[in-house]
């Protein structure tokens, strides 16, 4: 079992930059690969961007942060970051981070295990 906490939300005004970054319970962080996922009042949880269990090159986005967003981890320091630039206001969400035991990320919400509490973000126009 992993435990996650996100911190890093804000208001940021459209085009700035947050890091959003996720902390990792227990000693076995890197057997989880990693997703972040957004939920804007009244819509579906989204989508944004994973990660397999060694970082690596195994990345994969969601259309509408590709080239925007980064995502990275540090297994020493059992944390998964967020990367966010050229912030729109469609972004404003509450940011979750997911973890599923398994080699490969996914974009399906379902197939993550484990869940975060959530991170506010909010982008100004």
């Known amino acids: 079992q992993v435990q996650l906490v996100e911190s890093g939300g804000g208001l940021v005004q459209a085009g700035g930059s947050l890091r959003l970054s996720c902390a990792a319970s227990?000693?076995?962080?890197?057997?989880?690969?990693m997703g972040w996922f957004r939920q804007a009042p009244g819509k579906e949880r989204e989508f944004v961007a994973g990660i397999s269990r060694s970082g690596g090159t195994s990345r994969v986005y969601g259309d509408s942060v590709k080239g925007r967003f980064t995502i990275s981890r540090d297994n020493a320091k059992n944390t998964l970051y967020l990367e966010m630039n050229d912030l729109k206001p469609e972004d404003t969400a509450v940011y979750y981070c997911?973890?599923?035991?398994?080699?490969?990320?996914?974009?399906?919400?379902?197939?993550?295990?484990?869940w975060g509490q959530g991170t506010q973000v909010t982008v100004a126009s």
């Open positions: 227990g000693r076995t962080f890197s057997t989880y690969a």
């Open positions: 997911a973890a599923r035991p398994s080699v490969l990320a996914a974009m399906m919400s379902s197939l993550y295990d484990y």
